[in-house]
């Protein structure tokens, strides 16, 4: 059974601080790693993917692997109210496309 | 305007009632998928058609039944045989290994 593990939270960081979230999965042979977003009563909307061990950065957010230790995070700078949602890790091992979610942290940031 | 959507947004059922929601798509994505959510819950796969005329089951798939006659289109229908269908469905669809959600139909069970 592939599992994927979020703290659930809430994590509450104030505005302009670091948020840093956190996703562990238990299959070796996992390739795809994403990050969604999803604001309370909505749906999920992609904000990164990442395939290799390291960094990728996009605007204010950067994802970080390390397959060796099935670690995927989420790194949010200079965070704002308006990033407020909870963050989904989703992985895909193999080539069937098929995503596994965890079950999501909850992220407040407050003014 | 492309995007996948979803109809209808809230869907009310009684218990005994076969319902069917609606997932459209203009996307031009070969592969489509049905997930559901519960309170507090991950997402958690109903079905998945990588492509017309062929679906497969996912981890949750009794009670439900999917047909994918267009490549456009993967409606999903809730049979009286689900026990507890009152949850957030969502319908994606994917380009290669990357994922886009239609915005959800709500559905309760009264």
């Known amino acids: 059974q592939k599992e994927v593990e979020q703290n659930s939270g809430p994590l509450s960081v104030p505005e302009g601080a670091i948020a840093s979230l956190n996703c562990t999965y238990s299959?070796?042979?996992?390739?795809?790693f994403f990050w969604y977003r999803q604001y309370s009563g909505k749906s999920p909307e992609l904000i990164m993917s990442?395939?290799?061990?390291g960094d990728k950065e996009d605007g204010r957010f950067t994802a970080q692997l390390n397959k060796a230790s099935q670690y995927v995070s989420l790194l949010i700078r200079d965070s704002q109210p308006s990033d407020s949602a909870t963050y989904l890790c989703?992985?895909?091992?193999?080539?069937?496309?098929?995503?596994?979610f965890g079950k999501g942290t909850l992220l407040t940031v407050n003014p | 305007d492309g995007g996948i959507t979803q109809s209808p947004k809230y869907l009310f059922r009684k218990e005994g009632q076969n319902v069917t929601l609606s997932c459209e798509q203009n996307l031009n994505h070969d592969a489509m998928y049905w997930y559901r959510q519960d309170p507090g819950q991950g997402l958690r796969l109903i079905y998945y058609?990588?492509?017309?005329?062929?679906?497969q089951k996912g981890d949750i798939a009794e009670g439900y039944s999917v047909s994918r006659e267009k490549k456009e289109s993967f409606p999903l229908t809730v049979t009286s045989a689900q026990k507890n269908p009152t949850a957030f469905y969502l319908c994606?669809?994917?380009?290669?290994?990357?994922?886009?959600f239609g915005p959800g139909t709500r559905l309760t069970v009264l």
């Open positions: 994606a669809s994917s380009v290669r290994d990357t994922q886009y």
């Open positions: 990442i395939y290799s061990n």
């Open positions: 058609s990588q492509i017309v005329n062929d679906f």
């Open positions: 299959d070796r042979g996992s390739q795809s």
């Open positions: 989703a992985v895909i091992e193999g080539s069937n496309y098929k995503l596994t």
